[in-house]
């Protein structure tokens, strides 16, 4: 097959031909029709993720068509239409019994764990337990779109957060998570603040649903000016992009007993940023981490896709062949380009 390959952290990835996968006895083959490009993915190559065994093939967002089954799997079958949530619970561990495989302790994690989806074809354990079936009326490139931006977002917004008709939230950073959370928030009846630094960002997240927007370059202070905007602060404020001002300026920017949601991956050296705590305690702040979502609740989001409500197809602003992903993944901390990107050819 052919695949996205490195060898090293940090050195420029390559198209090789590699062996094809095969699957475990629970596990799955899957032909990848689409898998997105997502920060996360950096974070990996740069050696951010201790998880990774090199060499490696990246790609975790991703939808495609059932090729082969393990000898353990009941559910599912050659030709399949499928997508699976990038973290994978176990199904055995406590974590998984009480309904949160999100947080599984012996988590699959496909190009993390294990080789991704950046190739032709990856291999999916735990099949049974994860995988989510797409519905004939659902794009397989809208389903790799889901990826973990989006999902991860509406557990975000809708599961931890709880969202509210007429709540204020403030999103910090108008990439796909946050482009993904407007979305979200819009269709819940919720009135968004968006905040980034580039304002044909901004103007996209008012496409998205976003009610006002905020340019933090040119933002005296970006957080009174949410206070200003929501007359008090937000309900809910997310840190979308993953970096210590981000993560500050959310926190600051919320009313008495606001939820402040951590989305944005905090790796590296941003991984122990300071945070304002004593207004945490003197306002009763509650600080949450939002990481991945179980594949039980895809049903919800499905439904809602296929209703109109919500069409995460809307942020897709680039489409790839997999030949383009080595610069384009390199090229992922530079915040370039608007929405989300996806690679749907691999010819």
């Not at 094809?20 to 006895?25: A, E, G, T, V």
């Not at 009941?74 to 997508?83: C, E, F, H, S, Y």
């Not at 910090?172 to 009846?189: K, R, T, V, Y």
């Not at 030949?323 to 530079?334: E, G, Q, R, T, Y």
Request: hydrophobic share 45%; charged share 20%; aromatic share 6%.
């Amino acid at each position: 097959m052919k695949a996205v390959y490195y060898e090293h952290f940090s050195t420029p990835p390559a198209l090789r031909n590699l062996p094809d996968p095969s699957p475990k006895p629970d596990g799955v083959v899957v032909k990848v029709e689409a898998t997105g490009l997502c920060r996360s993915d950096w974070h990996g190559w740069m050696g951010h993720d201790p998880d990774i065994v090199l060499p490696h093939v990246p790609g975790h967002e991703l939808a495609g068509i059932v090729t082969a089954t393990g000898s353990q799997v009941r559910n599912w079958k050659v030709g399949d239409r499928v997508t699976v949530p990038f973290v994978s619970g176990c199904g055995h561990c406590g974590e998984c019994h009480s309904g949160n495989h999100q947080v599984c302790e012996n988590q699959f994690q496909p190009g993390f764990t294990a080789w991704g989806s950046f190739a032709e074809y990856v291999a999916i354990d735990y099949a049974d337990t994860n995988l989510v079936r797409v519905p004939e009326a659902i794009e397989l490139t809208t389903a790799a779109s889901l990826g973990c931006r989006f999902v991860t977002s509406f557990r975000a917004v809708v599961d931890l957060a709880k969202i509210r008709p007429g709540e204020w939230l403030a999103v910090h950073g108008c990439g796909g998570i946050g482009l993904s959370a407007i979305m979200i928030a819009n269709a819940m009846g919720a009135n968004v603040v968006a905040v980034d630094l580039a304002d044909d960002k901004l103007e996209f997240a008012k496409q998205a649903g976003a009610a006002i927007t905020v340019n933090g370059a040119r933002a005296a202070n970006v957080a009174d000016e949410i206070h200003q905007i929501t007359k008090g602060g937000a309900h809910v404020s997310i840190d979308a992009l993953g970096h210590p001002v981000t993560c500050n300026n959310s926190i600051l920017s919320l009313r008495r007993r606001g939820r402040h949601v951590q989305v944005g991956l905090m790796l590296g050296e941003h991984a122990t940023p300071q945070i304002p705590m004593a207004r945490i305690i003197a306002w009763e702040l509650q600080i949450l981490g939002s990481h991945g979502i179980q594949a039980f609740r895809y049903a919800d989001i499905l439904a809602l896709i296929e209703a109109g409500k919500l069409k995460p197809q809307n942020l897709i602003r680039r489409r790839m062949k997999l030949a383009d992903a080595p610069a384009a993944l390199m090229d992922m901390d530079s915040f370039s380009g608007l929405g989300i990107s996806v690679i749907d050819s691999f010819a």
